[in-house]
């Protein structure tokens, strides 16, 4: 065996390495492992940190097929990733890359060379996924996806090799049993694999949402303020892998429990379907620990008063009909409808006049505001009435 050090990313490099090999013992298969993670929103991924992603598996991959392409190879294999198929939070230069590699298979296939794809899933035991933090292995986890023992990969690569597929997914998935992911938790990929009447509904959907939402408005202002409490610790011990909502102190920073950006905008996302509410994506920076956000979504929670509701409405009727000319409302039909409304449709006529005709006169002679106030207050019925 010859073991040689060399940057497969730099062309030259790679070219010197494979000139380099015995003619009487020539290069028969090719199998790239070559990987990085520099894992972040997409806001924070700058073309570096790209760049270092996608340097050992683009531009290698890309230099391989290359410079090997006139070689009567028996495999080409590119160790590729689940990420690349199913999108990964806080992956999206991981996912690309891995994605290339896909797609470089097939194109080879096509070509007519040999090659085979294999997007993984995570690894236990030394794989890429053991540098993953508590929160990253939860968030996994919750997905249906779970670490493969190297007995179980190798396996796989084996299985891979005689199915014939350039572009293959190899990882364990499991969607059954007491630990069955939710179904909104699964990727998408994922949803169809789950019987219908196997799935249960989530409490984040629109009716839960809907239904907690009619909950709050029934509680006093402390009780809304510690069921909310009590959601927001729920919801960041699942997402931080904690052993229950206990374990989230109310007044500890959100920062010291372990968020991270990945982590702060699934919370957002699990508070916003459990509440029905929109709240920003930098919640966790905008309120420091669960009691201060607790605090601020109970008051987002608490119903409007009917009073200020009633002010807001009879003023803007006020607006309206300020605008409107009385002759106008007379001519429409609408003046004795406005004192229907006002409750004096069932007043006496005026006797001392002998006709059940209203006095044009006393309605023409009141100013707009009154006869609004009139309208919508009631006041003044009595004495308007009595001089129609």
Not at 27 to 43: F, I, N, S, T
Not at 127 to 144: I, W
Not at 179 to 194: K, M, N, T
Not at 294 to 319: I, K, N, Q, W, Y
Request: hydrophobic share 45%; charged share 25%.
């Amino acid at each position: 065996m010859v073991v040689e050090a060399c940057d497969v990313a730099d062309r030259g490099a790679l070219a010197g390495v494979l000139g380099a090999i015995p003619v009487d013992r020539p290069l028969v298969g090719v199998v790239h492992l070559a990987g990085v993670l520099d894992d972040g929103v997409m806001g924070s991924l700058t073309p570096e940190r790209v760049g270092a992603v996608l340097r050992p598996k683009v531009d290698a991959a890309l230099n391989l097929h290359e410079l090997t392409r006139g070689m009567d190879l028996a495999a080409f294999v590119l160790f590729s990733s689940a990420a690349g198929v199913i999108g990964n939070p806080g992956q999206g230069n991981y996912a690309a890359a891995n994605a290339f590699l896909d797609a470089l298979a097939t194109y080879r296939r096509a070509e007519g060379l040999p090659a085979q794809s294999l997007a993984w899933g995570p690894w236990a035991d030394g794989g890429m996924a053991d540098s993953l933090q508590g929160a990253d292995s939860q968030r996994m986890r919750r997905s249906g996806i779970e670490p493969l023992s190297g007995e179980e990969g190798t396996a796989l690569f084996d299985a891979a090799e005689t199915s014939g597929g350039a572009a293959l997914v190899t990882m364990r998935v499991d969607l059954t049993g007491a630990g069955a992911p939710e179904p909104d938790d699964l990727p998408d990929l994922f949803r169809g694999l789950v019987r219908p009447g196997a799935r249960r509904p989530a409490d984040a959907s629109a009716s839960g949402a809907a239904a907690f939402q009619r909950r709050m408005t029934s509680l006093t202002d402390d009780e809304r303020a510690a069921q909310v409490l009590d959601l927001v610790r729920a919801h960041a011990a699942a997402i931080l892998g904690y052993a229950g909502p206990s374990a989230i102190e109310p007044d500890r920073a959100f920062k010291d429990l372990g968020f991270d950006s990945l982590a702060a905008v699934e919370f957002r996302n699990g508070l916003a379907q459990a509440t029905g509410l929109r709240p920003s994506a930098t919640l966790v920076f905008d309120y420091p620990n669960s009691r201060a956000l607790a605090e601020h979504l109970a008051e987002e929670l608490r119903p409007d008063s009917p009073t200020d509701d009633e002010a807001v409405g009879e003023e803007r009727v006020r607006r309206i009909l300020q605008g409107i000319p009385l002759s106008r409302l007379r001519d429409a039909g609408l003046m004795e409808v406005l004192f229907e409304l006002a409750g004096a449709h069932d007043e006496p006529a005026n006797e001392a006049e002998g006709t059940d005709e209203p006095s044009a006169d006393s309605i023409d002679s009141m100013d707009t505001e009154s006869l609004i106030s009139m309208a919508l207050d009631g006041s003044g019925l009595d004495d308007a009435t009595q001089g129609m």
